[in-house]
C-alpha cells in the first residue's frame, strides 16, 4: 500500500485548524465550576485527537506529543475524575493558541517557541498531577509525561483492536513493520475470538495478539506506532520483566473517533518526516476550498442539462429552415437560462458562511474584556450566511479592528453603564439582502462622541468652523486617518489609524460602510458587501462617444427631468428636487471628460444610484442594454482610476469601464 | 528593409522565430519602428507582439497620451501614443499604424503595455555591443533619459529606447501631474 502521504499534509493542516476553532469554540462554551458537559467535552476531546493521530501520521512528533498531555487532561475531565475549572480552561486555551502556532511552524517549516510549549506542557502536566494522587492513573503506559521515557530491554505488548479496526483502514501488519524497525519483534497471535467460517465477516479483524519487543526502544516511541488505533483496540504496555496481567476493565477504551477512515495511510522510514514537510511548505499558499457535496451535485446536474440543450441545438442546426425559427428561440433561450443558472451554482461553489470569520470573536471578547476589566457578552447571528471566499479572507481584519473599537471605546466599565445593565453586550450579525451582503457590528456602549468628534475635524482643517454639519458627516470622520478620540491610547486600539484602513480593506472588495450612532445607547456599524467579487449585472450607458457600465445593483431609478427641478446651490453643483428629496447631480461627461455628450438636462437621463446610504443623479445621455459582466483589473497593467471599479469586455470585444459608485459619490460630497 | 504594409500574422510569426533565436544568439537583437521619420529600437525580448491599431476605450482623466485600454485576449491592456509621449505632433491612424505590444517591468511588477508607432521596420542585429554608443548630452533641451544608446546603420541612425522608463505609468502620471482625484474635483 503505497500511498504519498504528501499530498494529505495540506488536507491535516486544514481539518487541525478547523479543529482547533472548534476547541476554542467548546472550551469557550464550557462553564467554569460545574460538573462538566459531556457533548461539549467530547466534542473538544475528539478534536484534540483528531489533530493527535494526523500528526503522528505525518511524523510531526512535537504536536503529537503535545496534544497527547491536553488529550488525557480531556480525558480526566469527561471521565468525570477531574473537574472543569477556569484555570484547566485557560490553560487548555493557552495550548490551543501554542498548537495553532506549532501547526503553522510546521507547515512553514519554521520553528516555533520551544520554551513556552514545553511551559504550557509542564502546567498541564501538574493539573494532571493534582488530579493523579486521587484517581491513580494506573500503570497502563501510555504517555511520556505520566512515565518519562523508560528504558527497558523490551516490552510486551498486548494489542487486542476492536472488531471494526480494518475499517477505519488500520492495518496491523503495518503496524507490526513498524514495530520491527524499532527492535527485534516476536509476534504471536491469539485465535481465540475466530468464529467459524460460515460466521466470518471478512472485514472484521477477529485476532488479536501478544507482541514481544526487545531493544532499546523507549515506551513512547512503542505507543506512537499504536497512536492511530490506540481507540479502536485494547491496548497495553508494559516492561518485559513484569508478567502481570493487566485488569481488562482499566482497558476499556471508547471508541469514538469517527474521521478515522478519512486519512490512515502508510506510514514510512524515518525519512518520510523531512519529505512530508517539504510539501506541506510549497502547497502552504494554494488556497483550496471544501464544498458540499450538494454545491457540487447541483453543478452536475445544471452540466447535464446544458448538454441537453446543446445536443437540441445541433440537431436543428443538421437541417434548419425558417420555419424552425421559434424552435431556435426557444432553445436559444433556454441555453441562456442553463448558462446562467450554472455560473450562479459555480459561484456558489465559492460561497463560505461567515461563521468562518465570526468564530475567532468569542474567543477575542473573553480575551480582551477580561483585560479591560469589563463585562461583555457577545450574540452572534446569521452565521450561516455565505459569502464569496475572497471576501472572506478580506473581511476577517476589519471586523477585528470594529470589534475591539467597541471592546474598547465602546462598551463603558460596569462602574459607568448607570442604568444599563452591567453586562455589556456586542453583536454580530449577518444577512443577506437584495442581492449584497450585510454585516453589523453593534455594542451598547457609550456611542460616538460627536462634540469630541468635531472639536478633532475642526482642529485637523477638515471642518470648517461656524459650520452646521450632519451626524453623519461628523462621523464621517472617523475614517479619516490620524483621528482617534481615545482619551489615552492602549494596546488595544486608539491610535487613529484603523477605520482608514477598515474602509479602504472594505472598498477594496467592493463594499462600504456605514455608521450610525445614539449617545449613550451605543453605536452600529454597518458593511455592505457584494456577494460575489467575479460577475456582476450590469447597465451599460452611454456618454459621448464613451460608453460605461454601472452595476446594477446600485441602480435606484431612471428618470428624465425638467430643467426647471434642478437648482444650482451656490456654486455648489446642481441639486434636483425629488420625491420630497434633494439630489445631488452629477454630470458624467464633465466627471470625465467626456467629447460629444448630451449637456442639455431635459435630453438626456438621469440615472438614480445609491452606495454607502447615500443617493446620487448620475447625468448620461442614454441607457444602452444590460449584460453580465466579469470584472477585470485595471490596476494590473495600468493603475487605479477615480470613479472606475474596474474594467470588462463588452459584447462587441471591446473594453467597457465599469463605475465605481460609491467612488463617485464621496468626490461628488468632497466637492459640495 | 520596410516592412510597410506587411500582413500582421506574418510580421509576428518573424518576430517570434527572431526572439527564439536572440535568445540563444550571441549578441543582441532590436525591434526598430519608424516614428515622425525617425528610426528607434527596442529590446525583441520586450515585444510580446504586433497588433494593427483598432479603436481603444477612453479611459477618464489619464495623461493625453494614453489613448484609452483594449481588450488583449482577455487582459486590459492601456495604449500609449508614443509620437506624444515624446512631444511630437499627432497624426491621423492610417493602415500603416500599429500596436507594438510590449512587457514593461515595475515595481508593481510586470506590465502588458501597448504602444502606438507610426509603422515597424525591421530587426536589428548588433554583434559587438561596443557599437552602441551613448546617447550625446543635449542639454535639457532633448529629454535623454528614454534612450539607452545610438547604433549607426548603413542609411541612418536608431535610438534604441528604455521601455521601462519610457512606459512607467507612474512616471507618466507623475510628468502628467494629472491626479485623477485632482481631476475630478474640478
Redesign the interface.
Known sequence: MAIDIGQFVQTFFEESLEGLDIMEAGLLALPPGAAADLDQVNTIFRAVHSIKGGSGTFGFKEVTGFTHVMETLLDKMREGQMAVTSEAINTLLQSVDCLREMLMAVRNNTDFDAPRVEELRERLVQLLDQKKSVTGAGNRCTTAIQLPPVLADGWRISFRPHLDLMRSGNDPVRIFRELAALGDLTVRPDFSRLPRLAEMQPEDCYLTWELELRGSATCEAVAEVFAWVEDDSDLTIEPLEELTVPDPAEQEVVAENAQQGELLLDRRGNDRRRTDRRSAGAAADSGSIRVGIDKVDAVINLVGELVTTQSMLSALGVDFDMNRMDKLHEALDQLERNTRDLQEHVMRIRMLPISSVFSRFPRMVHDISEKLGKQVELRLSGEQTEIDKTVIEKIGDPLVHLVRNSLDHGIEPPAERGAKPAMGTITLNAYHKSGSIFIEVGDDGRGLDREALRRKGLDAGLLRPGEDYSDDQIYELIFHPGLSTAKEISDVSGRGVGMDVVRRNIQDVGGSIQIASQPGRGSKITICLPLTLAILDGQLVSVGHDCYIIPLLSIVESVQIRAETVNRVAGKGEVLRFRGQHLPVLRLYEQFGAEGAVTNLEKGLLVVVEADGRQVGLFVDDLQGQQQISIKSLEKNFRRVAGVAGATILGDGRVGLILDISGLIRVNNAVT | MATKGTDLATLNTHLRREAAASATAEGLQYLTFILAGESYGIDILKVQEIRGWV????????PFFVR????LR?????VIDLRLRFGLESVEYTKTTVVIVVTVRSEHGD???GMVVDGVSDVLNINNPADIKDPPDFGTAVHTEFISGLVTIEDGMVMLLNVDRLLS??EM?AMESVR??E???T
Do not use: D
Request: glycine share 8%; hydrophobic share 55%; no cysteine.
Open positions: 479603436p481603444v476605450t477612453k479611459v477618464p482623466n489619464a484609452g485600454v483594449m481588450n482577455g487582459a486590459i491592456v492601456p506590465r502588458i503595455i505609468i507612474e502620471f485623477p482625484a481631476a475630478m474635483h
